[in-house]
Each structure stands twice: as structure tokens, then as C-alpha cells.
């Protein structure tokens, strides 16, 4: 038998052996198909035990679209999966009260969805101990976030919340978070960004603002730079950073298909069974333990030998969020030490959960939208002109330049108005309850409020609600676009009711890191646009594929644009 001969004969003996990972889908698809006689006598024993469990009056007056008997809105969800958000809008938009009724897979779980904000005052403020994150919330983040503050409620959340509102309302941190920032933009991210402009190569601007983001939120939270920038392979970005980095990702993408999923029972198989995907996201939780608890190690031993010298108290200043929880909470009583551990472990990585990905999205559709804008872009240019010195070099502005930036502050609010980087929220009802417009909740159902399909509610934005308009957001404007530039010195940013943007939240969870937020976010768009020309390189060269009526988000925790941001920038000077 020559040499071809043989080569065929292997590569037909290698398609012939069996796949695993087929192997496992296909013995999981006949589970199913076994198990669903059942499924179904157990859905018939479920609907009737619903029913008795219906709260007074029922919910037969909220409206339930694209819902069918057993399956409830799964085949909906999944015939619109690619456009989720805009479906769920659409829905919400054709309600008389903008609240529908969600039905689940077998009648698993009840609840409903809102975008009305006498609901959202009522879920998040007037009502608040009755509506919690929950079993629902901690069971998908458990793993990744433990007891940390965004994932647990009562007692460990007020505790965590005090510790934090001292420590965010602190001039000091907000000195270093500026100062973080504007390290990071002019030490990594402008350079970055000039070589690519030099060298005249598309660069997926998302890509790069969730590198800033993700160096800049560790810089914040451990004090720790794991230099996302740097070359791969280089000395900079290898061993444990580089380890944390891929987990922390990962780990993130896991419990968004977690949360995403219609089938909840299929990853808790999977977790229960150490399969597949789940299999993975506990190697990748072993990683972040890891890290997490050297750095934490690694800061008692620092504190340690600052209180042996005689300036012992100059520990006090040190300025990452873990040093000041550190020291926040050397009065609480635990039970041993690793239980200390792992209450300052939980509390910093639910901040860099936090910021890891919201600010870089929200910059990401930013950019998006300014680059079919470009009287908007104008605008800006022209504020940034007035506010920077006369400087040639590279400008990253201060901390105060930044405050007098009302147009650009309007321009990045409107953007998170349409693209929300947390697009949808979720509370689990304690106790039987009627909402403001009538809707009756029952214990144990689910309450869901969109700020996607908020910011695009004509009964909240009115008729331009599907606009940007950054005008919309300023004092001394009429609203005309087209406004005279000269009287700019005389507009002044306008905040909206908390209840009709929800974007950072409202009530007592209001983000502690809104104001930073706004720092980072301002930093980063007045650096690149004054340095660099954006232009979004549209596939197949058509531009018209950036439209507000399809945009490419990817269905995860946050509102990533799918595919990316692929750009090429050209200097302004």
C-alpha cells in the first residue's frame, strides 16, 4: 500500500471514531425526548397547583405576546434571539401599560417584564424590601461573585454598601481613580491607538477599550496592572495576570449563558455532572480564587510591616478599593480568618465585575453613534477646543476640564439612553403585590425592567425616542440641533428623573461608581477625538449598515456589539 493509500485509510479511520462532544449532545437530546411524557404529566400536575397559587385577581389583565401552551415564550425567544431586546421593546411598546406577563418553559417560573416608570420607583424604591435579587440572581453568580455586594441582599448587602458609599465619597479615591485614568489613556491606550493609525491597520476599537477598561478596573480594585496592552507572548503579560485575565472572561461569558438560557435545568445538569461548558467555568473560578487570595495575601503581609515602622499609619493612604475595604473592615468580627478572605474577596470582585465590561460598551456604541453623527462630532470638537490649554502635545484632560464638558456629557448619557450597557435587570417578588399600573405580582415571580425598551419608549422620550439627541439632556438648548455654537458657554448639562433612565440603577442600589463612571468615560472619548478621526469600517464597504433599526448586540450580561468595532483612525493634527 503506497503512501497515499495509507493516508486515506487513516484520515477515514479518524472521521470514523466517534466525537465526545456529539457523543454527549446526542445522548442529552435523547434524555430529553425520553423524559418528555414526563415533562408533560408533571407541567399538567404544575399548571393546576399554579393555579391555586394565582394572587387575588390574577394576572389575566397583563397582556402574555408570542406565548404558547408547555412552551410558554421560548419558541419567541428563540425565533428573535438575535434581536432580544428590540423584541422585548417592540412587545412592551404594543402593551397599554407597558408591562407584559412572562410565561417559561413548562411553567417553571412566573413573572413579568416592565419598561413603566411608576413600576421601576415601585420595584427598586417605594417597595424595595419586597423585591431582591434572590435565589434566581445568586444561583447563576455564585460561583463567580460568592456573597459580593450586587449578588445578595439584606444584611451582607447593607454591610457592603456602608463600607463602600464611605470609601466611593472619598476625595482621595476619586483623586486616584482620575489619576488611574488618565495613566492609563496616556500610557497604554493613546500609544496603542497611534500604532495602529501609523501603520494604517483596522483596529476593533471595542477590543481595545475593554483592555483599558479591564487594566484600569484592577489598577482600581487590587492595585494590580495586569497590562492588557502588551504584546502576546511578551514578559509583561504572561503567568498569573495573563491567567486572570483569560478566566475573568470566561467566567463572565459563562454566566451570561447562564442567565441567558431558557432552559435553566440543562446548565445546572451540567454543573451538577461537571460537563462541558460548566466543567470549564470551575477551572476558571479556581484561577480567580487563586489570584484573588494572593493579592489579598500579599496586602496583609504589606500592612503588616507598615504597622512595625514608625509611621505605621501611612497605610491609611493607600488608595486601591481592596486596601481601603481592608481597612474599612478591621473592626467587623469573623469567624477565622479565611472567612475575612473571602468577605473582601467577594466585595472586590463583584467591582471588577462591575466595571470590567460597562464602561468599555457603553464607549463602544458611543463611538458607533458619533461616527453617523457628525454634527454631534462637531459639537464636541468644539468643546474640547475651548476647554484644553494650549498644549501640542498629546491632551489627556484633567479632572476639572472634564466637568466643564456639558455637551460631550450629554452626548455619552444619550448614547447609554439607546444603548444601556446593562440592558435588562431582574428582582424576585417576596410577597403577593400590585404594582402601580394595576399588574398583580404573585410570591416567587420574577420582576424584569428593561432600560433598553425604556430609552426607546415614545410614552417616556416621547416621539424622537429612537434619536440621538444629545440636546435632549441640556438647559440654554431649545432642542434644535442646529443651535447657535456661540451660545454654548451658556448650556448646562440637565439630569433626567432616575426613574425614566435606570442606567445606573435607582433607589438604595444606586451605582456607587456613577461618578467615576462618568470620569472614565469622558477621559477616554475626549482623548481619542481629539487625537484621532474615527471611521467605523463597515462590512462590505456599506456604510447604511449602521442603522438604528437593527443594531449588532450580542445577548449577554452587557450590551456588546457583536462582531466588534473595527475602525481606522486618522490623526486630526
Same mark, same amino acid.
Given at each position: 500500500?503506497?503512501?497515499?493509500?495509507?493516508?486515506?485509510?487513516?484520515?477515514?479511520?479518524?472521521?470514523?471514531?466517534?466525537?465526545?462532544?456529539?457523543?454527549? *449532545?446526542?445522548?442529552?437530546?435523547?434524555?430529553?425526548?425520553? +423524559?418528555?411524557?414526563?415533562?408533560?404529566?408533571?407541567?399538567?400536575? =404544575?399548571?393546576?397547583?399554579?393555579?391555586?397559587?394565582?394572587?387575588?385577581?390574577?394576572?389575566?389583565?397583563?397582556?402574555? %405576546?408570542? /406565548?404558547?401552551?408547555?412552551?410558554?415564550?421560548?419558541?419567541?425567544?428563540?425565533?428573535?434571539? !438575535?434581536?432580544?431586546? *428590540?423584541?422585548?421593546?417592540?412587545?412592551?411598546?404594543?402593551?397599554?401599560?407597558?408591562?407584559?406577563?412572562?410565561?417559561?418553559?413548562?411553567?417553571?417560573?412566573?413573572?413579568?417584564?416592565?419598561?413603566?416608570? =411608576?413600576?421601576?420607583?415601585?420595584?427598586?424604591?417605594?417597595?424595595?424590601?419586597?423585591?431582591?435579587?434572590?435565589?434566581?440572581?445568586?444561583?447563576?453568580?455564585?460561583?463567580?461573585?460568592?456573597?459580593?455586594?450586587?449578588?445578595? *441582599?439584606?444584611?451582607?448587602?447593607? =454591610?457592603?454598601?456602608?463600607?463602600? /458609599?464611605?470609601?466611593?465619597?472619598?476625595?482621595?479615591?476619586?483623586?486616584?481613580?482620575?489619576?488611574?485614568?488618565?495613566?492609563?489613556?496616556?500610557?497604554? =491606550?493613546?500609544?496603542?491607538?497611534?500604532?495602529?493609525?501609523?501603520?494604517?491597520?483596522?483596529?476593533?476599537?471595542?477590543?481595545?477599550?475593554?483592555?483599558?477598561?479591564?487594566?484600569?478596573?484592577?489598577?482600581?480594585?487590587?492595585?494590580?496592572? %495586569?497590562?492588557?496592552?502588551?504584546?502576546?507572548?511578551?514578559?509583561?503579560?504572561?503567568?498569573?495576570?495573563?491567567?486572570?485575565?483569560?478566566?475573568?472572561?470566561?467566567?463572565?461569558?459563562?454566566? +451570561?449563558?447562564?442567565?441567558?438560557?431558557?432552559?435553566?435545568?440543562?446548565?445546572?445538569?451540567?454543573?451538577?455532572?461537571?460537563?462541558?461548558?460548566?466543567?470549564?467555568?470551575?477551572?476558571?473560578?479556581?484561577?480567580?480564587?487563586?489570584?484573588?487570595?494572593?493579592?489579598?495575601?500579599?496586602?496583609?503581609?504589606?500592612?503588616?510591616?507598615?504597622?512595625?515602622?514608625?509611621?505605621?499609619?501611612?497605610?491609611?493612604?493607600?488608595?486601591?478599593?481592596?486596601?481601603?475595604?481592608?481597612?474599612?473592615?478591621?473592626?467587623?468580627?469573623?469567624?477565622?480568618?479565611?472567612?475575612?478572605?473571602?468577605?473582601?474577596?467577594?466585595?472586590?470582585?463583584?467591582?471588577?465585575?462591575?466595571?470590567?465590561?460597562?464602561?468599555?460598551?457603553?464607549?463602544?456604541?458611543?463611538?458607533?453613534?458619533?461616527?453617523?453623527?457628525?454634527?454631534?462630532?462637531?459639537?464636541?470638537?468644539?468643546?474640547? +477646543?475651548?476647554?484644553?490649554?494650549?498644549?501640542?502635545?498629546?491632551?489627556?484632560?484633567?479632572?476639572?476640564?472634564?466637568?466643564?464638558?456639558?455637551?460631550? !456629557?450629554?452626548?455619552?448619557?444619550?448614547?447609554?439612553?439607546?444603548? %444601556?450597557?446593562? %440592558?435588562?435587570?431582574?428582582?424576585?417578588?417576596?410577597?403577593?403585590?400590585?404594582?402601580?399600573?394595576?399588574?398583580?405580582?404573585?410570591?416567587?415571580?420574577?420582576?424584569?425592567?428593561?432600560?433598553?425598551?425604556?430609552?426607546?419608549?415614545?410614552?417616556?422620550?416621547?416621539?424622537?425616542?429612537?434619536?440621538?439627541?444629545?440636546?435632549?439632556?441640556?438647559?440654554?438648548?431649545?432642542?434644535?440641533?442646529?443651535?447657535?455654537?456661540?451660545?454654548?458657554?451658556?448650556?448646562?448639562?440637565?439630569?433626567?428623573?432616575?426613574?425614566?433612565?435606570?442606567?445606573?440603577?435607582?433607589?438604595?442600589?444606586?451605582?456607587?461608581?456613577?461618578?467615576?463612571?462618568?470620569?472614565?468615560?469622558?477621559?477616554?472619548?475626549?482623548?481619542?477625538?481629539?487625537?484621532?478621526?474615527?471611521?467605523?469600517?463597515?462590512?462590505?464597504?456599506?456604510?447604511?449598515?449602521?442603522?438604528?433599526?437593527?443594531?449588532?448586540?450580542?445577548?449577554?450580561?452587557?450590551?456588546?456589539?457583536?462582531?466588534?468595532?473595527?475602525?481606522?483612525?486618522?490623526?486630526?493634527?
Amino acid at each position: 500500500m503506497n503512501l497515499a493509500s495509507e493516508s486515506v485509510v487513516a484520515i477515514v479511520h479518524r472521521k470514523a471514531e466517534p466525537d465526545p462532544q456529539m457523543m454527549l *449532545d446526542l445522548n442529552l437530546f435523547t434524555f430529553s425526548l425520553c +423524559s418528555l411524557p414526563f415533562l408533560l404529566f408533571f407541567f399538567l400536575r =404544575l399548571s393546576r397547583s399554579a393555579a391555586s397559587r394565582r394572587p387575588p385577581g390574577g394576572p389575566a389583565e397583563t397582556p402574555c %405576546p408570542e /406565548s404558547h401552551p408547555v412552551v410558554g415564550n421560548v419558541v419567541g425567544f428563540l425565533r428573535n434571539r !438575535h434581536r432580544f431586546h *428590540d423584541w422585548v421593546a417592540d412587545m412592551l411598546s404594543r402593551t397599554p401599560s407597558s408591562t407584559l406577563r412572562v410565561n417559561t418553559f413548562l411553567g417553571l417560573s412566573r413573572g413579568v417584564c416592565t419598561s413603566n416608570p =411608576l413600576n421601576l420607583q415601585h420595584l427598586l424604591s417605594s417597595n424595595f424590601p419586597n423585591y431582591v435579587k434572590g435565589s434566581r440572581y445568586h444561583a447563576v453568580l455564585r460561583e463567580l461573585l460568592g456573597d459580593g455586594i450586587f449578588a445578595v *441582599d439584606g444584611h451582607l448587602w447593607s =454591610l457592603q454598601r456602608k463600607i463602600a /458609599s464611605h470609601e466611593f465619597t472619598t476625595r482621595s479615591l476619586k483623586h486616584f481613580i482620575s489619576e488611574t485614568v488618565s495613566r492609563e489613556i496616556s500610557d497604554r =491606550l493613546l500609544p496603542f491607538l497611534s500604532s495602529a493609525c501609523n501603520e494604517g491597520r483596522v483596529v476593533d476599537l471595542q477590543e481595545a477599550l475593554q483592555r483599558f477598561a479591564f487594566d484600569n478596573i484592577c489598577s482600581v480594585a487590587f492595585g494590580v496592572d %495586569p497590562n492588557c496592552f502588551a504584546a502576546e507572548g511578551a514578559s509583561e503579560f504572561s503567568g498569573r495576570n495573563s491567567a486572570f485575565v483569560k478566566a475573568f472572561d470566561e467566567a463572565v461569558e459563562n454566566c +451570561s449563558s447562564r442567565f441567558m438560557s431558557p432552559w435553566p435545568a440543562l446548565w445546572k445538569f451540567k454543573r451538577f455532572f461537571n460537563l462541558g461548558s460548566e466543567k470549564r467555568f470551575r477551572s476558571q473560578i479556581r484561577v480567580i480564587n487563586e489570584f484573588a487570595m494572593d493579592i489579598i495575601k500579599l496586602k496583609e503581609e504589606q500592612i503588616k510591616s507598615a504597622s512595625e515602622r514608625e509611621n505605621g499609619d501611612e497605610m491609611s493612604h493607600d488608595r486601591d478599593l481592596l486596601s481601603r475595604f481592608m481597612s474599612s473592615s478591621a473592626d467587623l468580627e469573623f469567624r477565622d480568618l479565611e472567612e475575612k478572605r473571602k468577605f473582601l474577596r467577594d466585595i472586590v470582585i463583584s467591582f471588577v465585575l462591575a466595571g470590567k465590561d460597562s464602561t468599555s460598551t457603553a464607549l463602544t456604541w458611543f463611538f458607533w453613534l458619533i461616527a453617523e453623527h457628525p454634527l454631534c462630532e462637531r459639537k464636541i470638537l468644539k468643546e474640547l +477646543s475651548s476647554a484644553a490649554s494650549s498644549k501640542t502635545e498629546v491632551k489627556v484632560f484633567t479632572y476639572d476640564e472634564l466637568k466643564s464638558l456639558h455637551y460631550l !456629557h450629554a452626548a455619552v448619557t444619550e448614547s447609554m439612553r439607546l444603548f %444601556p450597557p446593562v %440592558p435588562i435587570n431582574s428582582r424576585l417578588t417576596v410577597d403577593d403585590d400590585v404594582l402601580p399600573d394595576g399588574t398583580r405580582m404573585g410570591k416567587g415571580w420574577f420582576a424584569d425592567y428593561s432600560a433598553y425598551a425604556m430609552g426607546r419608549s415614545e410614552e417616556v422620550w416621547g416621539p424622537e425616542c429612537r434619536e440621538f439627541k444629545p440636546e435632549r439632556w441640556l438647559d440654554g438648548s431649545d432642542g434644535d440641533r442646529d443651535g447657535n455654537e456661540d451660545d454654548r458657554q451658556n448650556v448646562r448639562f440637565r439630569p433626567s428623573d432616575q426613574w425614566k433612565y435606570p442606567v445606573f440603577h435607582c433607589g438604595p442600589r444606586m451605582c456607587l461608581g456613577k461618578e467615576m463612571a462618568y470620569v472614565q468615560m469622558k477621559s477616554v472619548a475626549a482623548a481619542v477625538m481629539a487625537e484621532f478621526e474615527v471611521s467605523p469600517e463597515a462590512e462590505d464597504g456599506d456604510k447604511s449598515g449602521m442603522r438604528m433599526a437593527d443594531p449588532p448586540y450580542t445577548l449577554s450580561l452587557v450590551l456588546k456589539m457583536r462582531g466588534g468595532l473595527p475602525v481606522r483612525l486618522r490623526r486630526r493634527r
